[in-house]
């Protein structure tokens, strides 16, 4: 079993950045693809970033696209999210996610889920 918590979330405004954090339990992090979902009120989950586990390939969300990158730090079993030019709309609880193959994939079909930190962009 895996427990991912986030950390990082806040209240900041429009064009600030903001840093996540998702620290992982277990000895196989390392091996996991990791992802970044996020989910606004009223609205279903969406895919943000991902990473595989060796850290070459990397997808996005369009609408983060040059704004957002995604990064890992298997010694700390740690991933993050860093935020920057933050927009009204990417207001939402943010996820990590871990999925035990490593391949990635921007279906929300990853094996672990973390509790979620609140990012709210004011304008």
């Known amino acids: 079993q895996v427990q991912l918590v986030e950390s990082g979330g806040g209240l900041v405004q429009a064009g600030g950045s903001l840093r996540l954090a998702c620290v992982a339990s277990g000895r196989t992090f390392s091996t996991y693809a990791m992802g970044w979902f996020r989910q606004a009120p009223g609205k279903e989950r969406e895919f943000v970033a991902a990473m595989d586990w060796t850290s070459r390939s990397t997808i996005y969300a369009d609408s983060v696209k040059g704004r957002f990158t995604i990064s890992r730090d298997n010694a700390k079993n740690t991933v993050y999210l860093q935020m920057n030019s933050l927009k009204p709309e990417d207001t939402a609880v943010y996820y990590c996610?871990?999925?035990?193959?490593?391949?990635?994939?921007?279906?929300?079909?990853?094996?672990?889920w973390g509790q979620g930190t609140q990012v709210t962009v004011s304008s």
């Open positions: 996610a871990a999925k035990r193959t490593p391949i990635i994939t921007t279906m929300p079909t990853y094996d672990y």
